[in-house]
């Protein structure tokens, strides 16, 4: 019983594991009642019991077992946690629950595995279960199939994975439990319910007995298809359907809810096991198919073809298998060998599918040539074979094999191509059948329509109209034009009786009715959707619209629309004059031949007059035509009579159905007149008509050839000037560009200028449209010829193809069907381009040199390969079997083959065009295997190569399929890295992806846990890319497949790449497209040709192509696609010379911000380049739109240099009016600019330098600090132009340098011009150290901060420079470090070598003597100059100091002995001596300290003056005494701060140091950090170290004691200052070094806190306590700064008026952002939390709701809890209650215990005072009356005290800084005397026995921790001698105050027994008042 007791008295949890099985019952059966307790899924119970619901289900016990299986299945229903433990649940209940012999045990495991199906995690239930069925136990085996079964039943198989149960069938068929057979057999039926017949093939090899029976079964089973009865958790709405459809009582099947979805088809192949057959060839197979007996060569053949019996084929490399089959079916002369082989090659394609795509373009140009055999048995093993290998591939890579043969003489091959078509067009669709792919295939067809062969024609019909029946009528109609009635309704005939596979809809179907002939037009605008039918009464009104487009009529030829074009006949003479004279007046007809030219005038003008009054439908265009012709006709001698004759036919053309026929009747006589003077510009009008109503084309093919048939030079020019503006307005699109090119090389050749002329000027325009593919038409003219038509492309270059304004392509774009145009004109284009067919010089030698076992026999087949490659310049696609042996190459052992077969690889794609893409699946994806190769250079190449092919073909075809997924999988951390990294550059790019891009994903996921660093990076970078295509949803779904400790890391990087995710590329410009496709695809044959594509393709291909890198910067890259020609006319470009009056530049609110927003988090491209590429371009004109003016955006984008000029002009005109606007783009406006220092242009680049001059010099006179990502997007490049050859460039750069320190800290242009030292250029290397001497000069090595060493080692590495003004630059520069820090400069030099050393020591020697006088007046006279120069060229350029310093340098460079003395010396006698006013740098050093007497008058004159010379001047001394205070050298450094000490005792002189407070912080800090180092410094005594830092300490406190100086240090400066004197005071070194500094840091801690501005000090603890918190939570550091927090909020109450909020917000946002609620709970230290509540809440307090006002600097408040917080303390009356909290409670007990303790009862009221202050809300009342009435009183009278006391306090002194030095900082301030009467007021107070509250209130510091008062002064440092007096007058003053004390002491504790009220002491004060 007392064992009982004891588990009893454990928690639920502990008795569920614990040993005893009753224990552990009742632990079960108590978790039972709990969870059903738990209502909230996400209740924290759940997961103290997720590590122990595999023991309720695995319980030894078979009783405890039973009750632990009812919890844990109320558990997995309803913990949110139950997922996790899916793995273990599942695996006990197999092995611990399914062999148990209670049925209720094992129904309950059952129901445990369906719930966590339920809760989405049935693929590892699944894969539990599966692994029960191979355990021995057959019960386990027989409950884990049931499982499975009853899963499947109620899920489905969309939940349930069928292929591992099909996998497992036949082994469960073949076991020897008959249970478990008739299992299996049920699981078989629940199978086939869901699949049906896909389940037949995978059980074929089970027993006869078992499969009939199971079929038996199988027909039992009702044809409706099964449906889901069990939801998943998120399919709780098809759960709802489900059971209303069940309250319905069934319905209409129709309605059920799965009529919402189709079923899904399974595929039997994708659950059937994939069978390796390579392995089991016979050993001879090869050698026995090559054998000369049949029989051998047949016995090989069998034993493939039994192997080929699996229905699924293991993938593999069956290369060398597909060749030896290839060349049995080519050339084995045994039809039955052929046949068997033909089998084995349809098994082999049927087995593998799609991976059998690289090889069937091998194998089907084979079988279609042995169409020749004519026995049906060797057809139609042939016919499967193709319609295999056709279902594996794609018909565009087969099209150039098919096209091949389609001539062949032959009719059976003719006839079985054409029936191989018509069956490949049965499984086509619109996409996979494009027209640019359907046009050849119907040129071929339509030869063979007219083919001798019966047989021949009718596959030809069948084709043609299986192509019709797919694609519709209406698509196919344009390329049957030419067909006559008879054969077109054959063709429709046989569209009739096509049968599309799996009842697929066609594309249009045919039409039965033909629609009248004069709807033609109507159908043009009709929509694509709507039926043909329907045509006509969409758009009744298409006739009239489209009539004069279109050209009118019926017989119009519009080719989009798919209409046949009529043939008019020609009609005779007589009935033309009939037609005639019904529709011209009589008196016209007669006087057409009259010989008085002014009667056919006339007749003329009627003529002209009567057309345009008739109806379209009414003109006779023929009659009218003919009539013109009549005598005189077209030799009319009278120019205005033929005016109006040409006028006349225009007006037909335009207004009447104008047909071809008429057309020619006229198009002779108006090319004869093109050349008239008079009237060639109207015979120019007639054509264009012409070609308006006829087509172009046509019209411009006639033209040209009647042009060049008449042999006139003048018509064939003018005719050609005709057509390039033809070209123009109406578009590319149907041009006959070989005809073209022909004529045009007629005209080349042409001895008349004028015509070589025009024929140039055409092919500019073709030019445009062709791009750098039309160059290879004219390689083969003479020299002359060929230049000046490389000049004519090179003037089109930057120009887009203009939009067509005329014609059927201007209707074409209307309707949206340009994009099919620009693939057909694409496709047109390159099908120009001679190609060779190589495939006959592959010889067979050449390929098996290149398989040879020698390297070097197999590098010469390479090198064959190349030279035929090379001399055909351009290549067919058929290559024979030479892909298969580069393939081989590509894994060569030898890496230089490898790299050759690369370049080979390369030199192909170049070659080969887009035909290159039925290549990538056989070569392709071998070059990315390469990519895994170990060696860089072959990497390097192998990633070039693949680049190529993908310019050619496409990224889209290398996503296809599995090719790219199978690559990822390979574990090559090399390939891995390479395709993740070519991934997530190409993505991008596209618009849309193929759906196997998801096949990557899983090894994408494996990737981001790989062992390789870069290949885990490489897949962080790809994430984005991926995201973008398929979706966040998608991606994250994918993850279900990986292992859930996984699942979790992954699902976070998923979250970071999801705020990565790029835009998809934008759609591309149509007007480019084809030349973007061609120039892409164009080879680059001669080195001209190789630049004219280069440039060809950055000027005109989109930008989500690949492009190479732009070789010429220009901004003009920006402004493509806007050429002149498609602009609008004139009247816009007044409006926008009207619009240059307003402003240049736009304010975008927090544009500025959000632009570096966008650069930081990557969503932009980062602005650091080595040449700027075109992208930048982009980038900066897309953000530059929006806030610069639309006309000044243009100027500065173009790409004319003139422009730039003009557009600073302009910049510069308006800099000073828009100062304001200018800096809201600043950013945008020094990138531009960083653009301009990469032109060529001098011009432009001299006028891009003065206007930054003048723009630096406006940001220095506005106080404007430049921002760093302004500054990194802008220095390095200016830099650059530092090293410029041109001296007055490089002079400029350097001045605007100089002018760059104003508004950005010249320590941060130090690192850069570090950099620059770099540079291969000399002269920027030498004006870079040249610069870096004069930094160092002007500031000292401060300006290294801690770099400095490392930074002087590197300049002097420049001392053995080649080039001698690098050598002199730096040691000019390391010159001026030692004259900054003396000997110490040869320890941070490191080791130079003797001859380095030896000119080093040498010049420093030369630099220690002074310079004559002639040498200081010529200083200064250089320095007078620079100023002057500076002056001129810059709006008073202030730069006398680096002027100075400069013009030192310049002379040391002159004399290679230069003087640097007084850099940092206060040499009086200099300046006494100085008549001129020019003051050398003042020598500190040597000064006497005492400037009592100020010796120097003129210095003094300066401090005391206000003017602006004076006060220059002081400033350069003081920057001197301060960089000399930073000083690495002691003395030196004590020097500097007792005069900055001395200075600030000066209240006159004090003001001196404002602007330099910063500067002095942070050489005191630069003392701080180097204490450590002095320390370790063995020859430094300990008392000089200390005498150092009181001396920083001392002065950096009477620093702040000025209020005026205090205010000015910023919040940065503060808060490294306030870091590093904090641990100073919890370092006990330094008490035990000198108790001295500690109290000294101490002070000026408490004076930061007190004098500093309250925003910078708040903003820079706040800052200080997230940092500390960060790095260690329980440190003492944190302790003080928050105790620091506590002392500045105190003040708040008297200074919240003069705090900026809404800064101190924004910090205290961006720490509750990392320091969450729960996170600071979280901390061991709870006073974080307390610190900040408190703060946040007095600010509350003091501000009111209005706090909400000050959060406009958080961009999301959403981000941290600062804004509800806020909210509720601001709603709340009583907001002091809200920080009640119980931290508080127990911190008032631990006080409240030290007051009831007689020992510590000070103690406890001291920290119960401090505590009241610091939380003045909370209500002490409950815990004062547990306390004794006596000590009540004593404790409230305290607090009565301390509330009295609090204003005073406030106002005076901290009370851990002692006031002692505030005479030195404001002796004449008010502070002093109120000290003073406040210490009367003590001395009273105790005189006459009153209480002194402010000894009762406590200090910061405790008297333990901090020494009496007068003990600090006495162990102060002296720091001067002028504060001596008024430390006496202190001690003095405080030795009164002790013995009155002393005297009075007696009388405490009696006048504190009596404490009088409150009352009383007033009056008594108010008495004591009266008597004084």
């Known amino acids: ?284 197979f090869y050698e026995k198919l090559e054998a000369k007996k049949w029989q051998e060569r047949k016995e090989s053949l069998e034993a493939l073809e039994t192997l080929l019996k699996n229905p699924k084929l293991e993938p593999g490399d069956y290369g060398e298998l597909v060749r030896a089959l290839n060349k049995v079916i080519g050339k084995d002369t045994n039809v039955m060998l052929v046949t068997l082989a033909a089998k084995c090659i349809a098994g082999l394609a049927a087995g593998l599918r799609k991976k059998f795509g690289s090889y069937a373009c091998i194998v089907v140009p084979t079988i279609l040539d042995k169409f020749k055999e004519k026995k049906a048995q060797v057809v139609q093993a042939l016919q499967e074979a193709i319609d295999a290998a056709f279902l594996s591939t794609t018909l565009q890579s087969l099209s150039e094999g098919v096209l091949a043969v389609m001539d062949n003489k032959n009719p059976s091959i003719k006839q079985q191509a054409s029936l191989f078509l018509a069956r490949s067009f049965q499984l086509c669709n619109s996409s996979t059948l494009p027209k640019n792919l359907l046009k050849p295939f119907c040129v071929a067809l339509i030869k063979q329509v007219s083919d001798s062969a019966p047989e021949v024609r009718d596959a030809a019909f069948e084709a043609l109209g299986t192509a019709m029946r797919v694609l519709s009528e209406k698509a196919l109609s344009p390329f049957l034009a030419d067909l006559d009635k008879l054969k077109m309704d054959k063709i429709k005939e046989c569209a009739g009786k096509v049968e599309l596979v799996g009842g697929k809809k066609s594309g249009g179907g045919v039409e039965k009715e033909k629609p009248p002939p004069k709807t033609a037009p109507t159908e043009a605008p009709a929509k694509s959707s709507a039926p043909p039918k329907k045509a006509p009464a969409a758009k009744p009104a298409g006739p009239p619209k489209k009539a004069k487009s279109a050209g009118g009529g019926t017989n119009a030829k519009t080719p989009k629309t798919g209409s046949k074009e009529a043939i008019e006949s020609e009609l005779s003479p007589e009935v033309c004059e009939e037609r005639a004279a019904a529709v011209l007046p009589a008196s016209c007809m007669q006087l057409l031949d009259s010989a008085n030219w002014k009667e056919r005038l006339a007749s003329m003008e009627e003529f002209h007059k009567a057309i345009e009054q008739m109806e379209q439908s009414e003109v006779p265009c023929q009659a009218l035509v003919r009539m013109l012709a009549k005598k005189p006709g077209w030799k009319e001698t009278n120019f205005q009579v033929m005016q109006l004759k040409l006028q006349v036919v225009a007006v037909l053309a335009q207004r009447g159905s104008f047909s071809k026929t008429s057309a020619l009747l006229v198009l002779d006589s108006l090319v004869d007149k093109v050349g008239d003077v008079k009237c060639g510009v109207k015979a120019k009008e007639a054509l264009t008509a012409i070609g308006e109503a006829c087509s172009l084309p046509w019209t411009a093919e006639q033209a040209v050839s009647m042009a060049f048939a008449q042999k006139n030079p003048k018509n064939q020019a003018e005719t050609l000037n005709w057509l390039s503006n033809a070209i123009k307005e109406f578009g590319f699109t149907g041009i006959n560009v070989k005809a073209f090119i022909s004529s045009v090389k007629t005209a080349l050749a042409a001895t008349n200028p004028a015509v070589r002329t025009a024929a140039i000027s ?128 590509l894994s060569d052992s030898n890496k230089i083959l490898v790299q050759q077969t690369l370049s080979i690889l390369n030199q192909m794609a170049t070659a080969m065009g887009p035909a290159l893409k039925q290549h990538v699946k056989d070569l392709g994806f071998p070059i990315i295997g390469v990519l895994g190769d170990s060696k860089n250079t072959v990497r390097a190449a192998a990633l070039s190569t693949l680049n190529v092919w993908v310019e050619q073909t496409g990224i889209k075809e290398w996503l296809d399929g599995e090719g790219l997924s199978g690559e990822l999988k390979k574990e090559n951390p090399f390939l891995r890295q390479e395709v993740l990294s070519w991934l997530a550059e190409k993505l991008p790019t596209l618009r849309s992806v193929p759906a196997e891009l998801t096949l990557c994903v899983p090894y994408l996921y494996t990737c981001l846990e790989d062992r390789n660093g870069d290949v885990r990076k490489k897949a962080q970078d790809a994430l984005p890319a991926f995201m973008m295509h398929l979706g966040f949803q998608k991606m994250t779904k994918a993850t279900s497949s990986i292992k859930p400790a996984s699942k979790d890391q992954v699902l976070g990087l998923l979250e970071k790449a999801k705020a990565l995710v790029p835009a998809k590329a934008a759609a591309p410009a149509k007007a480019s497209a084809v030349v973007s496709k061609v120039t892409a695809s164009t080879p680059a044959v001669t080195s001209s040709l190789n630049s004219a594509a280069s440039k060809g393709q950055t000027d005109f291909s989109e930008p989500s192509e690949s492009k190479p890198e732009a070789k010429k910067v220009s901004s003009g890259l920006g402004a493509k696609g806007k050429s002149a020609v498609g602009k609008k006319p004139s009247g816009k470009e007044q409006s926008a010379a009207e619009d240059k009056s307003g402003p240049i530049f736009i304010m975008v609110p927090n544009g500025k911000e959000q632009r570096f927003k966008e650069e930081k988090s990557l969503k932009v491209l980062k602005w650091n380049f080595i040449t700027p590429r075109d992208e930048f371009v982009e980038q900066l004109k897309t953000q530059m739109g929006s806030c610069v003016a639309k006309w000044l955006l243009e100027e500065l984008f173009h790409a004319d240099f003139q422009m730039h000029i003009k557009a600073i002009g302009t910049m510069i005109e308006h800099l000073e009016a828009e100062k304001e606007v200018t800096v809201s783009c600043l950013d945008l406006i020094l990138k531009w600019f960083t653009l301009r220092f990469f032109d060529t242009n001098t011009s432009v680049l001299m006028k891009a330098l003065e206007y930054l001059k003048l723009l630096f010099t406006c940001l220095g006179s506005m106080d404007y600090h430049l921002l760093e990502p302004e500054a990194a997007s802008f220095i390095p490049y200016l830099i650059l132009k530092v090293g410029e050859a041109k001296d007055s460039v490089r002079k400029d750069a350097r001045c605007i340098l100089s002018l760059l320190y104003k508004i950005y800290p010249a320590s941060k242009v130090f690192p850069l011009l570090m950099d620059g030292t770099k540079s291969k250029n000399s002269k920027q290397r030498a004006e870079c150290l040249e610069e870096l001497g004069c930094i160092i000069a002007l500031l000292g090595l401060l300006v290294c901060k801690h770099t400095g060493g ?197 209240p006159a002189r004090v003001q001196a140091m404002s602007g330099h407070v910063d500067q002095l912080v942070i050489a005191v800090l630069m003392q701080l950090r180097l204490l450590s180092t002095h320390m370790a410094d063995e020859q430094l005594a300990k008392c000089e170290v200390f005498n150092l830092y009181s001396s920083v300490v001392s002065t950096t406190t009477n620093l702040f004691s000025v209020n005026r100086l205090a205010h000015e240090a910023s919040a940065g400066v503060l808060k490294d200052l306030t870091q590093a004197l904090l641990p100073f005071t919890i370092d006990a070194r330094m008490e035990e070094g000198s108790a001295d500094f500690s109290r000294s840091v101490h002070q000026l801690v408490g004076r930061l806190l007190d004098r500093a501005d309250q925003t910078n000090m708040l903003s820079a603890l ?152 610091l939380n003045p809300s909370v209500d002490l009342a409950p815990h004062l009356k547990k306390l004794p009435q006596s000590l009540q009183t004593v404790v409230e009278r305290g607090l009565r005290n301390a509330e009295k006391e609090a204003k005073p306090k406030a106002q005076t002194a901290t009370a851990g800084v002692p006031s002692h030095s505030e005479p030195v900082s404001e002796p004449s301030s008010s502070n002093f005397n109120l000290h003073v009467y406040r210490e009367k007021l003590k001395k009273l107070r105790e005189i006459h026995g009153m209480p002194n509250p402010i000894q009762t209130l406590p200090l910061l510091k405790t008297t333990d921790e901090r020494p009496p008062l007068t003990e600090m002064i006495s162990k102060m440092p002296v720091l001067s001698s002028s504060t001596t007096s008024s430390m006496e007058m202190l001690k003095t003053k405080l030795s009164q105050l002790r013995e009155s004390r002393e005297q009075s002491e007696p009388a405490g504790p009696q006048a504190n027994s009596s404490q009088p009220s409150l009352e009383d002491l007033r009056m008594r004060l108010d008495r004591l008042k009266a008597k004084k």
């Open 762 to 889: 055409l092919l500019g325009v073709m030019f445009l449209y062709m791009g750098a593919p039309l160059r290879v038409f004219f390689e083969d003219e003479k020299a002359a010829l060929v230049s000046q038509i490389d000049s004519e492309f090179e003037k089109m270059k930057g120009q887009s193809p203009p939009a067509p304004i005329k014609g059927s392509s201007k209707q074409a774009n209307v309707e949206g069907d340009a994009e099919a145009d620009e693939d057909d004109s694409s496709a047109e284009i390159m099908d120009l381009l001679p190609r060779t067919d190589v495939s006959d010089k592959i010889t067979s030698d050449m390929v098996s040199k290149l398989g040879d076992k020698n390297w070097k026999i197999r590098k010469e087949g390479l090198e064959e390969v190349s030279a035929v490659i090379s001399e055909a310049k351009f290549i067919k696609p058929s290559l024979g079997e030479l892909p298969l042996a580069l393939k081989a190459r």
């Open 1662 to 1813: 706040i800052v200080l306590l997230q940092e500390a918190l960060n790095s260690n939570p329980s440190s003492k550091v944190s302790e003080i700064i928050m105790k620091c927090l506590w002392r500045v909020i105190r003040y708040l109450p008297d200074r919240i008026g003069s705090i900026n909020l809404d800064r101190v917000l924004l910090h205290i946002h961006d720490f509750l952002k990392v320091f969450p609620r729960q996170k600071l709970r979280e901390l061991k230290n709870a006073n974080a939390q307390r610190t900040i509540k408190i703060l946040l809440h007095t600010i509350c307090r003091l501000v009111g709701p209005k706090i909400l006002d000050h959060m406009t600097m958080i961009q999301d408040p959403r981000e941290s809890e600062l804004e509800s917080y806020l909210k509720r303390v601001a709603k709340d009356k009583d907001a002091p209650q809200m920080l009640a909290h119980p931290e508080n409670n127990e911190v008032l007990g631990e006080i409240f215990k030290n007051l009831v303790s007689q020992e510590n009862t000070t103690e406890g009221l001291r920290k119960l005072l401090e505590f009241k202050d």
């Open 1 to 284: 019983m007392g064992d009982d007791c004891e588990w009893k008295k454990l928690p639920v949890d502990q008795q569920c594991d614990h040993k005893v099985w009753k224990a552990r019952l009742n632990g079960y059966e108590e978790a039972v009642r709990l969870f059903q307790r738990i209502t909230d899924e996400k209740s924290p119970e759940w997961g103290k019991y997720q590590g122990l619901i595999k023991k309720f289900v695995t319980d030894s016990n078979a009783v405890a077992q039973l009750k632990g299986l009812e919890a844990a299945m109320i558990y997995v229903e309803n913990a949110h946690v139950a997922s996790r433990t899916v793995g273990e649940v599942v695996s006990g209940v197999v092995c611990k629950v399914f062999n148990q012999p209670k049925a209720k045990a094992k129904e309950l495991g059952t129901d445990i595995c369906l719930m966590y199906v339920e809760i989405e995690k049935g693929e590892a239930v699944q894969e539990e279960l599966i692994k029960g069925l191979e355990n021995k136990n057959p019960k386990i085996t027989l409950a884990c199939v049931e499982t499975i079964r009853k899963a499947l039943s109620e899920f489905g198989s969309k939940i349930i994975a069928l292929k591992p149960v099909v996998k497992v069938l036949p082994k469960l068929f073949e076991s020897r439990d008959k249970a478990i057979r008739d299992e299996a057999k049920l699981l078989a039926i629940e199978v086939y319910r869901w699949i049906r017949d896909a389940l037949k093939a995978p059980l074929q090899n089970i027993n006869s007995v078992q499969l009939k029976e199971l079929e038996e079964e199988w027909a039992k089973l009702p044809a409706s298809a099964p449906k889901q009865n069990r939801f998943l958790r998120s399919q709780q709405d098809l759960k709802a359907k489900h059971e209303q459809h069940q309250l319905d009582g069934g319905g209409n099947e129709v309605d059920g809810i799965d009529s919402e979805e189709p079923v899904s088809v399974v595929d039997p192949y994708e659950l059937l096991e994939a069978a390796e057959i390579l392995s089991k060839l016979p050993k001879d």
């Open 1350 to 1546: 490392k930074a002087l080692k590197e300049i002097a590495g420049h001392i053995g420079d080649r080039d001698t003004s690098v050598r002199n630059a730096a040691l000019n520069t390391v010159v001026v470090a030692y004259n900054v820090c003396g000997e110490q400069v040869y320890k941070l030099l490191g080791n130079l070598s003797e001859k380095d050393m030896s000119m080093l020591e040498e010049r420093i020697k030369r630099s220690s003597k002074k310079p004559s006088v002639p040498d200081q007046t010529k200083v200064c006279a250089t320095t007078a100059q620079t100023k002057a120069a500076s002056n001129s060229s810059v709006a008073q350029d202030e730069r006398p100091k680096l002027g100075q310093i400069r013009a030192q340098n310049a002379l040391m460079k002159q004399q290679q002995a230069s003087s640097v003395t007084g850099e940092f010396q206060l040499d009086l006698d200099q300046f006494e001596g100085d008549k001129a006013g020019h003051i050398e740098l003042p020598s500190l050093v040597t000064h006497n300290l005492d400037l009592s007497p100020v010796e120097i008058p003129e210095f003094k004159v300066k401090f005391e003056s206000a003017t602006l010379d004076l006060h220059s001047n002081t400033s350069a001394k003081i920057n001197l005494i301060i960089s000399q205070v930073a000083s690495v050298e002691t003395n030196t450094s004590i020097q500097g701060l007792l005069q900055v000490n001395e200075l600030l005792s000066q």
